[in-house]
């Protein structure tokens, strides 16, 4: 089955840096290969809703979505390692959510319901 697993979240002070990656592993049973999929970045603040960060289509299309994130914030994909990034820097407060992995066939979306699969996300805590 396919899987994307997050790493890399945890507890940083304001105006500093955090870099998550996201691994992907079995999408052959999917009947393609990850390559073909974009890889998103989505974060849920407390009492908050999901909302998209960015998309990566191959390794070199990029959409961000989050205004908020905008020269901040850097999606990168290693299609050897099967492997997403998001360089998070200059962090602030409002960056404090739980950061999820998703994939969807071929293109990139914004929303939640578009995406394919999904990782079980990463804490990212900046406090005030």
């Known amino acids: 089955q396919p899987q994307l697993v997050e790493s890399g979240g945890g507890l940083v002070q304001p105006g500093g840096s955090l870099r998550l990656s996201c691994t992907a592993s079995g999408f052959t049973a999917s009947g393609f290969s990850v390559d073909v999929y974009t890889l998103n970045w989505f974060r849920q603040a407390p009492g908050k809703e999901r909302e998209a960060v960015s998309c990566i289509r191959g390794e070199d299309i990029v959409s961000i979505y989050a205004d908020s994130v905008k020269g901040r914030f850097t999606i990168s994909r290693d299609n050897a390692k099967n492997t997403v990034y998001l360089q998070m820097d200059t962090l602030e407060p409002e960056d404090t959510a739980v950061y999820y992995c998703?994939?969807?066939?071929?293109?990139?979306?914004?929303?939640?319901?578009?995406?394919?699969?999904w990782g079980k996300g990463t804490l990212v805590t900046v406090p005030s």
């Open positions: 998703a994939a969807r066939f071929i293109r990139c979306s914004r929303a939640v319901q578009d995406m394919n699969y």
